[in-house]
T-cell receptor, first 112, second 113 residues
Framework: DADVTQTPRNRITKTGKRIMLECSQT?????MYWYRQDPGLGLRLIYY???????NKGEISDGYSVSRQAQAKFSLSLESAIPNQTALYFC???????????FGDGTRLSIL | GQQLNQSPQSMFIQEGEDVSMNCTSS?????WLWYKQEPGEGPVLLIA???AGELTSNGRLTAQFGITRKDSFLNISASIPSDVGIYFC?????????????WGLGTSLGVNP
């Protein structure tokens, strides 16, 4: 079983819809992250959380919100989706100090 | 946002050849990480480097933490078709609670059997 699980794996929706992407982990890590990946732009950080009561904006947080429901769960919401939010979205987790991040397999989101 | 300079952007080689790619930055990092991403999957950690000058191997892969702490190199020896993918470098500073990674844009590797 995957240590970092993202659902759904694929989603097609329309402009203006509210979308929620889910991430759950069994690694026992405190730190969780949401990235988006676009061709030629690499991985860009949207939001991150170092524990259940901690939420921080990344470099491209506008148009997104997150919720850290529990240590193991971190969800990303698009309140009113727009076409330029079409991308591949990744959740990642890491332990304390400088332990590396571990990634889920991604959610491919298309907004028409 | 800040990004690392990763090169080459892409390369296509013959099976059996050795491959080198690198990342450079104008800033110092305390940790360098190398990941590989295959289609339909998330990045997978290959090698983590924590000390300037450190040279670490993982099978046919070898990575080095530059002595200036501003660069890192990844070498793949005797390439095989399953090495195909996008390789990303990432740097991290350990200043306070700032554990965010700074990412390169990736090196796309193709291997001709």
């Amino acid at each position: 079983d995957a240590d970092v699980t993202q659902t759904p794996r694929n989603r097609i929706t329309k402009t203006g819809k509210r979308i929620m992407l889910e991430c759950s982990q069994t690694k026992g890590h405190d730190r969780m992250y949401w990235y988006r990946q676009d061709p030629g732009l690499g991985l860009r950080l949207i939001y991150y959380s170092f524990d259940v009561k901690d939420i921080n904006k990344g470099e491209i947080s506008d148009g997104y919100s997150v919720s850290r429901q529990a240590q193991a769960k971190f969800s990303l919401s698009l309140e009113s989706a727009i076409p330029n939010q079409t991308a591949l979205y990744f959740c990642a987790t890491s332990g304390v100090n400088n332990q590396p991040q571990h990634f889920g397999d991604g959610t491919r989101l298309s907004i028409l | 946002g800040q990004q690392l300079n990763q090169s080459p952007q892409s390369m296509f080689i013959q099976e059996g050849e050795d491959v080198s790619m690198n990342c450079t930055s104008s800033s110092i990092f305390n940790t360098w990480l190398w990941y590989k991403q295959e289609p339909g999957e998330g990045p997978v950690l290959l090698i983590a480097l924590y000390k300037a000058g450190e040279l670490t191997s993982n099978g046919r892969l070898t990575a080095q933490f530059g002595i200036t702490r501003k660069d890192s190199f990844l070498n793949i020896s005797a390439s095989i078709p399953s090495d195909v993918g996008i390789y990303f470098c990432a740097g991290q500073r350990n200043a306070g609670n700032n554990r965010k990674l700074i990412w390169g844009l990736g090196t796309s590797l193709g291997v001709n059997p």
